[in-house]
């Protein structure tokens, strides 16, 4: 399935996400980030910095806690066919083991993207 036509920029999201929940670097005594930070520091990018907008345009997409690239396009593939914002990695293991990576609090409705372990393929 092509993705890039359903979600454009969904990659640099899932760039700002990581960002987001790792820091700047896995030493950064920041961890993790947060938009506002990000947001300030693309800010302080010398003009006409390559990549600076689509960063700046990725934030306002971006969720906080998101720990992989299929959980960033899990999740905007649900806000997109019009689901509310997920929260994402509350913590929650499932009695297979399978962590639950998203999650609508309000209806108690869950998603794994541990589709290896759904399959039985561990």
Not at 12 to 24: P, S
Request: aromatic share 8%; charged share 20%; net charge neutral.
């Amino acid at each position: 399935m092509a993705i890039q036509p359903l979600l454009p920029g969904w990659k640099a999201v899932a760039a700002v996400d990581h960002i987001l929940a790792t820091g700047l670097s896995y030493a950064d005594p920041r961890w993790p980030i947060t938009p506002e930070d990000l947001l300030n520091l693309v800010d302080q990018l010398p003009p006409y910095t390559r990549g600076a907008a689509a960063l700046r345009a990725s934030l306002g997409r971006a969720a906080s806690h998101v720990w992989s690239p299929m959980e960033t396009l899990l999740r905007l593939m649900l806000v997109h066919d019009q689901f509310r914002e997920p929260t994402c990695n509350l913590g929650v293991q499932l009695p297979d083991g399978t962590w639950v990576d998203l999650a609508d609090r309000r209806r108690w409705r869950a998603l794994t993207g541990d589709l290896w372990r759904a399959l039985g393929r561990h």
